[in-house]
């Protein structure tokens, strides 16, 4: 039970190959999502980017108002809404209005922008992008408690006496993250203002053995503006692939890992390549990575757990198509279906049900066969002995034919 509340979901930037179909490749993503939320994952946070080929979607409110409507249960967040591309304001306005669409399950994550190439494209230099995402959370937080007008003006954004014309759906308003990768800048931008983290550095090497001083700057920002923090909105990012063998596991996502990161992160991006003889694998052996049968992410969670010295809320898988349709869609399944149980309190009942019984048998079932044998002789019909013993072996109790 010590885990029990853990939530569990992806991180979509999304990732599709340069070649597919496009149109085809954002539905899949909404189908993704419908699955996730039949299998009871808690949340799903889609991401922004304008440029590169791979990460199609430029409007995650538009995704998370799809889904919604097509889902029940899962909540729906942006991972993450770049806040130095928008007029805080604006953001404010889609978040409120959102907020109410899905009745409460809008999430609003924020970062200032990850891809150099769409910050180039809109005129917006590399250095401004950190102190614009503070200027704009400032902005935001200020319009949603709806206490008074905002008025503002910074070097690339003003307000005169703002006000939102709807209140927020959540009370006080809905959950609010911060990405944070190796830097402090994340951190700290959520301390400000006490609001939830995403770890997307868990999943670089180093990262794992990092949490715990990450999360004690994060304190540390939220006791300078008497805020507080909270573990339980603080997700870790990593990439995971669940099969029934750890080797198996291994040999579907392989091909698929590769092309990824060679086309992508250092072809098209410009990361140095990596050295690594076998990158999953190091991979697994860092933290970094969760690939393997059920029990080996299972006990690399418990890992990554025990590296952030006081446990974390949440637990996100980075959106990845590494392996083939059918079997990433199975990896979703079997962690929904023998990891998740495990740090959700599930569990226990039934283990312990399961332990009572059979220590308990004789005590418990031991009366079984007279009861059945009365139940044949009480009602006229002798009872064959291969007959009670059939039915004490857990044959249902279905009247005898006549």
Same mark, same amino acid.
């Given at each position: 039970?010590?885990?029990?509340?853990?939530?569990?979901?992806?991180?979509?930037?999304?990732?599709? !190959?340069?070649?597919?179909?496009?149109?085809?490749a954002?539905?899949?993503?909404?189908?993704?999502? &419908?699955?996730?939320?039949?299998?009871?994952?808690?949340?799903?946070?889609?991401?922004?980017?304008?440029s590169?080929?791979?990460? %199609?979607?430029? %409007?995650?409110?538009?995704?998370?108002?799809?889904?919604?409507e097509?889902?029940?249960?899962?909540?729906?967040?942006?991972?993450?809404?770049?806040?130095p591309?928008?007029?805080?304001?604006?953001?404010a306005?889609?978040?409120?209005?959102?907020?109410?669409?899905?009745?409460?399950?809008?999430?609003?994550?924020?970062?200032?922008?990850? %891809?150099?190439s769409?910050?180039?494209?809109?005129?917006?230099?590399?250095?401004? *992008?950190?102190? !614009?995402?503070? &200027?704009?959370?400032?902005?935001?937080?200020?319009?949603l408690k709806?206490e @008074?007008?905002?008025?503002?003006?910074?070097?690339?954004?003003?307000?005169?006496?703002?006000?939102l014309?709807?209140?927020?759906?959540?009370?006080?308003?809905? &959950?609010?993250?911060?990405?944070?990768?190796?830097?402090?800048?994340?951190?700290?931008?959520?301390?400000?203002?006490?609001?939830?983290?995403?770890?997307?550095?868990?999943?670089?090497?180093?990262?794992?053995?990092?949490?715990?001083? *990450?999360?004690?700057?994060?304190?540390?920002?939220?006791?300078?503006?008497?805020?507080?923090?909270?573990?339980?909105?603080?997700?870790?990012?990593?990439?995971?692939?669940?099969?029934?063998?750890?080797?198996?596991?291994?040999?579907?996502?392989?091909?698929? @890992?590769?092309?990824?990161t060679?086309?992508?992160?250092?072809?098209?991006?410009? !990361?140095?390549?990596?050295?690594?003889?076998?990158?999953?694998?190091?991979?697994?052996?860092?933290?970094?990575?969760?690939?393997?049968?059920?029990?080996?992410?299972?006990?690399?969670?418990?890992?990554?757990?025990?590296?952030?010295?006081?446990?974390?809320?949440?637990?996100?898988? !980075?959106?990845?198509?590494?392996?083939?349709?059918?079997?990433?869609?199975?990896?979703?399944?079997?962690?929904?279906?023998?990891?998740?149980?495990?740090?959700?309190?599930?569990?226990?009942?039934?283990?312990?049900?399961?332990?009572?019984?059979?220590?308990?048998?004789? *005590?418990?079932?031991?009366?079984?066969?007279?009861?059945?044998?009365?139940?044949?002789?009480?009602?006229?019909?002798?009872?064959?002995?291969?007959?009670?013993?059939?039915?004490?072996?857990?044959?249902?109790?279905?009247?005898?034919?006549?």
């Amino acid at each position: 039970m010590a885990h029990r509340g853990m939530k569990f979901g992806i991180f979509l930037a999304p990732f599709h !190959r340069v070649g597919e179909n496009p149109t085809l490749a954002i539905n899949r993503d909404v189908e993704l999502l &419908e699955w996730l939320d039949w299998l009871g994952y808690d949340e799903a946070w889609i991401g922004e980017h304008h440029s590169a080929g791979w990460e %199609l979607i430029a %409007l995650p409110e538009l995704i998370i108002a799809a889904a919604a409507e097509r889902t029940k249960h899962i909540r729906l967040g942006t991972g993450v809404t770049s806040l130095p591309y928008h007029h805080p304001f604006m953001v404010a306005q889609r978040f409120v209005q959102l907020d109410h669409m899905t009745r409460g399950r809008a999430m609003m994550g924020c970062g200032p922008g990850a %891809l150099t190439s769409d910050a180039y494209m809109l005129g917006i230099e590399p250095s401004t *992008q950190r102190p !614009r995402m503070l &200027e704009a959370m400032d902005a935001i937080m200020r319009l949603l408690k709806c206490e @008074e007008p905002v008025t503002m003006k910074t070097d690339w954004f003003e307000m005169r006496d703002a006000r939102l014309h709807l209140a927020p759906y959540s009370d006080p308003h809905f &959950e609010i993250a911060v990405a944070s990768t190796i830097t402090p800048f994340g951190m700290i931008a959520a301390g400000t203002h006490g609001v939830g983290v995403l770890s997307i550095g868990a999943g670089l090497p180093g990262g794992p053995e990092a949490l715990a001083s *990450q999360w004690k700057i994060a304190e540390e920002a939220a006791a300078k503006n008497g805020k507080t923090m909270d573990r339980k909105n603080w997700r870790v990012v990593v990439n995971a692939h669940v099969a029934e063998e750890d080797e198996q596991a291994l040999l579907e996502v392989k091909k698929g @890992e590769r092309i990824e990161t060679q086309t992508y992160f250092e072809d098209t991006l410009g !990361r140095p390549p990596g050295r690594a003889d076998d990158p999953l694998r190091d991979g697994v052996k860092m933290g970094t990575t969760l690939v393997g049968s059920p029990e080996t992410v299972i006990k690399g969670i418990k890992r990554l757990l025990e590296y952030s010295q006081g446990g974390f809320g949440g637990i996100l898988f !980075r959106a990845h198509e590494w392996a083939n349709r059918e079997q990433t869609l199975r990896s979703y399944e079997l962690f929904a279906r023998y990891v998740m149980p495990h740090f959700q309190g599930s569990l226990g009942p039934i283990v312990g049900s399961n332990v009572w019984a059979r220590d308990n048998r004789k *005590q418990v079932f031991g009366s079984t066969v007279e009861a059945v044998r009365r139940a044949f002789t009480d009602f006229g019909r002798a009872a064959p002995e291969e007959e009670i013993r059939a039915r004490t072996l857990g044959a249902r109790d279905i009247d005898p034919p006549r």
